[in-house]
Nanobody, 115 residues
Framework: QVQLVESGGGLVQAGGSLRLSCAASGSISGINLMGWYRQVPGKERELVATITRGGISNSADSVKGRFTISRDNAKNTVYLQMNSLKPEDTTVYYC?????????WGRGTQVTVSS
């Protein structure tokens, strides 16, 4: 089992920044890919960014140049640095972690960007 706990969400003005953190605990040795999803109510879940254990990252076109994903394997933590935030980035952000057996999810952290 893997437990994921997100933190760092909050309220920020448009153009501002937030950094999300996701700390993993439990059977962490099996984790390969980690990342972030977001889901606006009524819309499909959107993959925001992913990063492998080796540090290879990918991100959605909608956040490229604004969001940066990083990972500290020693701390079992993945981060999402979000800059130049827009009102349309407002939603709940979910951390996830993939192992060969299954995908684990955090409970989510709310990000609200005011115009």
């Amino acid at each position: 089992q893997v437990q994921l706990v997100e933190s760092g969400g909050g309220l920020v003005q448009a153009g501002g920044s937030l950094r999300l953190s996701c700390a993993a605990s439990g059977s962490i040795s099996g984790i390969n890919l980690m990342g972030w999803y977001r889901q606006v109510p009524g819309k499909e879940r959107e993959l925001v960014a992913t990063i492998t254990r080796g540090g290879i990252s990918n991100s959605a076109d909608s956040v490229k140049g604004r969001f940066t994903i990083s990972r500290d394997n020693a701390k079992n933590t993945v981060y999402l640095q979000m800059n130049s935030l827009k009102p349309e980035d407002t939603t709940v952000y979910y951390c996830y972690a993939n192992t060969v057996i299954r995908t684990y999810w955090g409970r989510g952290t709310q990000v609200t960007v005011s115009s």
